[in-house]
């Protein structure tokens, strides 16, 4: 059974930084894709990052490229979401997903969800 669990969210002014992290358990991902999606209060949950776990090619929202680096560390099943010159409009929960194959965009797509870290970026 695969369990993913975030943490790392908090409270940060705008221009900082936090990094989150994602513990996964249950499987070897070699063969999977983990993605960072997030939603704002009001909104749909929308894609973030994600990382093709053996080849490690990564895909970004517009929004956050050259402000967020997804990478992962595969002797600890970890993979983390760097966030840099974070904006208010960056608070929401954040998500980790996996899912088996390539690295899709849909929410539908991934069959593992953790249970979500807070980001909140005063202004």
């Known amino acids: 059974q695969v369990q993913l669990v975030e943490s790392g969210g908090g409270l940060v002014q705008a221009g900082g930084s936090l990094r989150l992290t994602c513990a996964a358990s249950?499987?070897?991902?070699?063969?999977?894709?983990m993605g960072w999606f997030r939603q704002a209060p009001g909104k749909e949950r929308e894609f973030v990052a994600a990382i093709n776990w053996s080849t490690g090619s990564t895909y970004y929202e517009d929004s956050v490229k050259g402000r967020f680096t997804i990478s992962r560390d595969n002797a600890k099943n970890t993979v983390y979401l760097q966030m840099n010159s974070l904006k208010p409009e960056d608070t929401a929960v954040y998500y980790c997903?996996?899912?088996?194959?390539?690295?899709?965009?849909?929410?539908?797509?991934?069959?593992?969800w953790g249970q979500g870290t807070q980001v909140t970026v005063s202004s």
């Open positions: 249950g499987r070897t991902f070699s063969s999977y894709a």
């Open positions: 997903a996996g899912r088996r194959g390539i690295v899709r965009v849909g929410i539908q797509e991934y069959d593992n």
